[in-house]
Nanobody, 122 residues
Framework: QVQPVESGGGLVKSGGSLRLSCTSS????????MGWFRQAPGKEREFVAA????????DYADSVKGRFTISRDNAKNTMYLEMNSLKSEDTAVYYC???????????????WGQGTQVTVSS
């Protein structure tokens, strides 16, 4: 099972950039399609982006398409989320998880890590 740890969050001004990382200690990381999700205060957790286990296909929520880029390095058991042109509405705790399929937008596992906080100031 994938046991991810998220990192890379922080405080950034509107229009700025951040790169998040998701590192797994599980030996089967490369077998799973993976995704990023986020949860803003008072809102439900929502899908952000996903990438196939091979890295060959990706999917993005409309709200981040063209600004965020998901990638992975299976040799390092790590997935990334490059976030550019950040907006205040991107403020949330960001989580990673395996997904049931690269285009399903649904997490595979019911457990979540601690996430990493992204705060965008206007």
């Amino acid at each position: 099972q994938v046991q991810p740890v998220e990192s890379g969050g922080g405080l950034v001004k509107s229009g700025g950039s951040l790169r998040l990382s998701c590192t797994s200690s599980g030996r089967t990381f490369g077998s799973y399609s993976m995704g990023w999700f986020r949860q803003a205060p008072g809102k439900e957790r929502e899908f952000v982006a996903a990438i196939r286990w091979s890295g060959g296909s990706t999917d993005y929520a409309d709200s981040v398409k063209g600004r965020f880029t998901i990638s992975r390095d299976n040799a390092k058991n790590t997935m990334y989320l490059e976030m550019n042109s950040l907006k205040s509405e991107d403020t949330a705790v960001y989580y990673c998880n395996a997904v049931t399929g690269v285009f399903t937008r649904k997490p595979l596992f019911g457990s979540w890590g601690q996430g990493t906080q992204v705060t965008v100031s206007s």
